[in-house]
């Protein structure tokens, strides 16, 4: 090919074209970006304008060069990349057009739930809950009593879930709070500063006399929560889903996942502001879809998938779930193992501890014991809020 | 800055310095020098992207500045830093002179006393040089933010000295492993380009390239079985590199062929699965079939 990226650009140039190029592919080059920012990738004014500018430089006999130029400026992950060629296809190659679908944008790291889920019709509880709003009306210290302790299974027959739901994300916040100044405090740490210490030592004939000391840099540590959405876990998991989401306002650095057989990724969706459409999410995602657990294999995708971007030193790990696995222990032991080794800490809440007479019998809770840092109730509120309790002193 | 007749010829410098580049990595490279934007290559490790630099450096003839993130990069390390055991005796000498603080304190924070950490090098030659950063998602996300300044601009404010701005401005390579999400402006600020695993032609040049005391026979059998390996569900597949690290090691044990001493074979396999996980995923029966497959 005599590709001539180098040679030709300015030999090219028209009057009427500012970025060179024949004033008609340049129409179909605006058209072509336009239509990748639709489809989701990321282009700004920049791009649009350098992308003019790249079919000004390529040899535009060579089909194959115009392709790969334009990929490398359009793509801006690996998701992008592997969708780019289908799309450019699509555009450019008439003849195809018809048979070749367009590229939906899902991205492949964040399954666009939103679609999804709300076109679905939202299980019976989240329309109880609709109904039992109007009924709610002003809230006593006694009534909140009895609210934070009561068992969440319970709450769900009554009305009282809004409440309930409003109170669990205050907890999140707060944990954000007492966990941040846990961290301002021990940042304090003594390091010295010695750009000013020498400039401060000028005036003492350089002898260091002041010394100025900085604090480290407060990091804040990343959350990543996994809440089983089983049948087992039925009556807990919206309120699991609920705390997540309000540990995903607070903490900017949240990942969230559930699963049941499989695993998905839900913190796109717990991001929705539309407080009827998440409703109808939560619900549907919680409603689970039977079949048995699979905790052992949803944390081997969890740590094949996401674990070596998400999961570090200030990662603190939540694995939420009764511990009912169909799978088999010594794998689901091997994966908390496996997370274990990566992160800071890892904690399983377990709403079955609230009740008196529960021992972790099951076999796969006994094999998870020795590699958890916490292993707490998590049934109410308040058992919620004591989990705070022992984070910060963990 | 140094122009290519065309890809080809870029590709032709590029394989001269040991790299063999495919044309739609060549077109990227263009771009980047000619818009003036950083490149982001991403690919799992061990396909050879911090090699790209040193072999545009060299294709170049320009110097390569490499930056190493870490968790915890700061200013003083990236970026510059002040001498300060020479500030401590400056300021001793000029004890007894007669000038005033003021006029001490620029002295000793002149440009004699700065020390120029990767960034400020590479903004700061006559000729441009090759910028290479790696592994950008190692370091954390203020420092992100920081370098995407840099790379907008092309200048550096040091309070001391005022506004430096570039004298030549750097090719930025920077190589990502997806350790941690970057953020979407840099995303944006670069072009992008994802290297893949080679396919069996272009690994057996590359193996024949780097190698070359090997027999093309066992070379290609090597790749073969490399190529198949990397089918099989494994925590972390082996890269070109560690292909070039088995090839040598075969030729080093003088093994002519891979259906020769199976034993010995299944022990330099260690070059090539680098987990214990790894290797107790692969029976020796299921190696011994993958060998078989490959010869």
């Known amino acids: 090919m005599n590709g001539g990226v180098a040679t030709l650009p300015h030999a090219r140039r028209r009057e009427n074209g500012p970025d060179g190029g024949p004033p008609v592919l340049a129409g179909r080059v605006v058209e072509f970006v336009r239509l ?77 739930a939103s679609s999804t889920y709300a076109s679905r019709e939202a299980p019976p509880e989240a329309r109880r809950e609709k109904d039992g709003e109007d009924t709610l009306e002003r809230v006593g210290a006694s009534r909140r009593d009895v609210l934070t302790r009561s068992d969440f299974s319970l709450s769900q027959l009554n009305a009282d ?50 010394l100025i000391l900085q604090e480290r840099r407060r990091e804040l540590p990343r959350l990543v929560l996994i809440t089983d959405v089983s049948r087992s876990m039925n009556v807990y998991s919206y309120f699991f889903l609920r705390f997540a989401r309000g540990i995903i306002d607070a903490f900017q650095d949240t990942e969230a996942f559930a699963f049941h057989t499989r695993l998905i990724h839900v913190t796109d969706t717990l991001k929705e502001r539309d407080s009827h459409r998440l409703k109808e999410k ?12 699979r905790i052992g294999e949803s944390l081997q995708t969890f740590n094949h998938d996401y674990a070596r971007r998400l999961v570090g030193s200030r990662t603190f790990v939540f694995i939420m779930s009764d511990g009912y696995d169909t799978g088999q222990p010594e794998l689901l032991a091997q994966q908390v193992q496996q997370i ?6 890892v904690i399983w809440l377990n709403p079955l501890l609230g009740r008196e007479d529960y021992v972790p019998s099951a076999e796969g809770i006994r094999a998870v014991l020795p590699y958890l840092d916490l292993f707490a109730p998590a049934h109410s509120l308040e058992s919620l809020m004591k989990i705070e309790d022992m984070l910060v002193r963990l | 800055m140094t122009a290519f007749a065309d890809t080809d010829e870029l590709c032709r410098r590029m394989e001269q310095a040991g790299y063999i580049t495919e044309n739609s990595l060549a077109v990227s490279l263009m771009l980047m020098s000619q818009l003036n934007r950083p490149l982001l290559v991403e690919g799992d490790a061990g396909v050879g992207k911090t090699e790209i630099a040193k072999a545009l450096a060299s294709a170049y003839g320009c110097e390569l500045i490499r930056l190493q993130c870490y968790e915890g990069l700061d200013v003083n390390a990236a970026v510059y830093e002040w001498n300060y055991q020479r500030q401590l005796l400056a300021i001793k000498m000029q004890e007894t002179e007669a000038r005033s603080v003021a006029d001490k304190e620029r002295h000793v924070f002149g440009e004699n006393y700065l020390l120029r950490r990767p960034l400020l090098q590479a903004i700061s030659r006559p000729r441009s040089p090759v910028l290479l950063i790696d592994e950008v998602d190692r370091a954390d996300e203020e420092f ?56 069996y032609n272009k690994e057996l040049r590359i193996v024949l390239k780097h190698i070359p005391a090997i027999e093309e026979r066992l ?8 190529q198949k390996l990397r089918k099989q569900e494994l925590q972390k597949r082996p890269g070109t590199a560690e292909t070039l690290d088995w090839a040598a090691a075969l030729v080093k044990m003088d093994i002519a062929s891979l259906d020769s001493n199976p034993a010995v074979i299944a022990d330099t396999l260690v070059c090539l699965l680098k987990t214990r996980d790894d290797q107790a995923a692969l029976p020796p029966t299921v190696t011994a079939r993958l060998l078989a497959q490959s010869v």
Request: charge should be positive; charged fraction near 30%; proline fraction near 3%.
């Open chain 1, 36 to 112: 990748a920012r639709a489809q989701h990738f990321r282009v700004g004014i920049q791009e649009a304008k350098d992308a003019l500018d790249v079919a000004a430089r390529v040899d535009l006999l060579d089909q194959r060069q115009l392709r790969w130029g334009l990929r490398s400026l359009l793509c801006s992950n690996a998701a992008d990349w592997a969708r780019f060629d289908q799309f450019f296809d699509y555009f450019w190659l008439r003849p195809n057009r018809r048979k070749v679908a367009l590229p939906l944008s899902a991205d492949r790291f964040a399954p666009s």
């Open chain 2, 219 to 226: 070379a290609g059998q090597i790749v073969s079985f490399v």
């Open chain 2, 144 to 199: 992100e933010a920081y370098l995407l300044e840099v790379l907008a601009d092309y200048q550096i404010s040091i309070p001391e000295l005022g506004t430096i701005k570039a004298t030549s401005i750097p090719y930025v390579l920077l190589t990502s492993n997806g350790t941690r999400e970057l953020s979407d402006a840099l995303r944006r600020r670069c072009l992008y380009h994802y290297i893949d695993y080679p396919d």
């Open chain 1, 161 to 210: 879930t809004r409440e309930l739901e409003q109170w669990i994300e205050q907890v999140a916040r707060r944990m954000r709070k007492r966990l941040l100044r846990r961290y301002q405090i021990r940042a304090s740490g003594h390091r010295l500063h010695l750009r000013r210490t020498v400039r401060r030592s000028l005036r003492y004939g350089g002898l260091p006399l002041d």
């Open chain 1, 340 to 345: 274990k080794r990566r992160a800071r800490r």
């Open chain 1, 282 to 293: 939560l619900a549907w995602i919680s409603a689970g879809w039977g079949g048995g657990t």
